[in-house]
């Protein structure tokens, strides 16, 4: 894989000029966590052994070089299963935007299934999703969509690789899908909420084909203390680190940081250091998710939310406070600054995964000028549409319909109307 990765860096330093080739490149999401960046480089080293075509395949983390520094567990991981961070593709290497004006680009998304507004002119070469996030891509006869959700989307690759090309698997790319499932799945706890039975097969399929990967528990555990590994970081490094933006009319963003929430409100002059950060990234609000752990490995998390405009916060807080799919189950504590709403989690089992399409909500309800925090409860406790390669739409994906008082008294006076008629 490793001679892969370099013929990668070569035909992008050397090609982006001419006429040819034509690249495929494999991008996951903006928060490049470890399931985003080997999904990555593992589908696409998938492709590239199996894909008949003309087009190279080309593994590209969807972040800055100088960013990969703030994600500790993937330096980590990669250097543990040898890899030199050096042979990897970022974002700002390759032009993506040239390559489809010329007509080289194709696109498959990995952990994610819809492209974040500032790349929504891409989306005319997305040729395949494979994601484990709640599915928001409309199907399409030209773009093959497979969205699980599982616990990783390492999964899922690990599952196209077994299926198709188990010859290509060796004991390093076997380490780095078995790392990421492990990580993903919480050492495969079921308490944590997180694994599923198809998790589990194939980290089990992994284990058995290469009976000399590391044990489950040590590994997990180093990966987890690098990951919780916030040491040297600045407050605009610690947001970075995991953060995804969201846009529709409320630009915000959602951060996750490794330490407890109380720690991080005590920093000095937190205010102002995240009035700057929103200021620079264009943010109007921003949602930090705080995740540390008890001495019995039992996960904490809580929820803050700060932004200047006291009608944002205020908006975006009882939304949150009202959510029913799932439910937070929030629990208001004390914040010592004027413009953080701080919460206290219930449900530890809610991860960003699950905050997202919340959130998405709330923007489509204030997008459409309603009225937030009044939507009828029968409303959010529509189940979710299952979601697997196999179910790519349902009519209840857009919820049910907004039907008004005033549409209902029209609706009757007509038939009231031709009963007398």
Do not use: W
């Not at 080997?38 to 998938?46: I, K, N, P, Q």
């Not at 996030?133 to 989307?153: A, D, K, W």
């Amino acid at each position: 894989m490793e001679e892969f990765l370099s013929s990668c860096r070569q035909a992008v330093q050397v090609s982006t000029d001419q006429a040819e080739p034509t690249f495929h490149v494999v991008l996951g999401n903006e928060a490049c966590d470890v399931d985003s960046m080997v999904s990555t480089l593992a589908f696409a080293y998938f492709l590239s052994k199996t894909a008949r075509s003309e087009k190279l395949a080309v593994p590209l983390l969807n972040i800055r070089q100088a960013d990969l520094a703030l994600r500790s567990d993937n330096v980590f991981l990669l250097r543990q299963t040898g890899f030199s961070p050096d042979l990897l593709l970022f974002r700002d290497q390759l032009d993506l935007r040239a390559l489809q004006q010329a007509g080289r680009l194709r696109l498959t998304l990995v952990d994610h299934n819809v492209l974040p507004s500032a790349d929504r002119d891409l989306e005319g070469v997305v040729v395949e999703v494979i994601d484990h996030h709640l599915q928001e891509r409309e199907p399409s006869p030209t773009c093959p969509v497979t969205v699980e959700m599982v616990g990783s989307c390492a999964t899922l690759v690990t599952e196209r690789i077994i299926q198709n090309a188990p010859e290509i698997l060796d004991q390093q790319l076997a380490q780095l899908l078995y790392a990421t499932i492990l990580l993903d799945c919480v050492n495969m706890a079921p308490a944590a909420g997180k694994v599923t039975p198809k998790d589990s097969q194939y980290a089990a399929a992994l284990e058995a084909r290469f009976p000399t990967l590391p044990p489950r528990g040590a590994l997990f555990q180093a990966l987890q203390n690098a990951k919780f590994d916030v040491s040297g970081l600045n407050t605009e490094q610690m947001l970075l680190k995991d953060m995804k933006a969201v846009s529709g009319s409320l630009n915000l963003a959602v951060s996750v940081l490794y330490i407890t929430l109380e720690e991080f409100l005590q920093k000095a002059e937190l205010e102002v250091e995240l009035s700057d950060f929103c200021q620079k990234f264009g943010l109007e609000l921003l949602l930090l998710m705080t995740i540390s752990f008890t001495e019995s490995k039992e996960p904490i998390r809580d929820l803050a939310v700060f932004s200047h405009s006291a009608t944002c916060r205020e908006q975006v807080s009882q939304y949150l406070e009202q959510a029913r799919n799932p439910a937070l189950n929030l629990c208001p504590i004390s914040s010592p600054h004027p413009h953080i709403t701080a919460y206290q989690q219930g449900n530890t089992l809610a991860s960003r995964k699950k905050l997202l399409p919340i959130i998405k909500d709330f923007l489509k309800e204030r997008d459409r000028g309603g009225c937030l925090g009044d939507v009828e409860e029968e409303e959010s406790q529509v189940p979710p549409t299952p979601m697997n390669s196999l179910v790519e739409g349902c009519p209840l994906d857009d919820r049910l319909p907004c039907i008004s008082a005033q549409a209902l008294e029209e609706k009757f006076r007509k038939i009231a109307d031709r009963e007398v008629d």
